[in-house]
């Protein structure tokens, strides 16, 4: 099971849900270390249905469905926790474009470092009013997890010559 898969089946526990509903849950509820697209998700369900982790729940408006969790997929979701974890891979669209910052103008580098500053500023300021909400000492540790991402994401922005 991938990760994606993973996620969506640990989102479900707290109840049925559509994939807009899922897609809002996984941003807020760990958007910081680890990015669902609408796209990922809507792969996704099917395939869990298919699989029998999932079925169909009540259909909303405008056609969306609901997924709910099944007895298979509780146990396949366990399953992916309890397996042995790999190596994190970092996936960061900002480090790619830094890496290759010299094919742009400075004008556009200095845009690009100016946009990721803004957002890291941000990200860096609704973690550390995450830190300070979370009761949870799980919540709170991803909440510092959070705070620390964003701070190197700056020291990353800031140690890139604009000129």
């Excluded at 958007?31 to 395939?47: I, N």
């Excluded at 405008?62 to 397996?83: N, P």
């Excluded at 890496?99 to 890291?120: F, G, M, S």
Aim: glycine share 6%; aromatic share 8%.
């Amino acid at each position: 099971m991938n990760a994606t898969a993973a996620a969506l089946l640990g989102l479900l526990h707290d109840g049925p849900a559509t994939g807009g509903q899922l897609v809002a849950s996984a941003e807020a509820r760990f958007g910081v270390f680890f990015s669902v697209t609408r796209s990922q998700v809507y792969r996704e369900l099917p395939a869990l249905a298919d699989m029998g982790y999932l079925r169909l729940g009540k259909q909303g408006p405008r056609s969306s469905q609901q997924y709910v969790l099944t007895a298979a997929g509780k146990k396949a979701f366990k399953a992916w926790l309890t397996t042995e974890a790999s190596f994190d891979h970092v996936r960061s669209p900002l480090i790619l474009r830094v890496v290759h910052a010299d094919k742009l103008t400075v004008k556009q580098r200095a845009n690009l470092l100016e946009t990721a500053r803004e957002y890291y500023s941000e990200q860096l300021s609704e973690a550390k009013s995450a830190v300070k909400q979370a009761e949870d000492p799980k919540e709170k540790a991803v909440a510092e997890f959070g705070q620390a991402y964003a701070r190197a994401a700056l020291k990353l922005v800031d140690a890139i010559p604009e000129g």
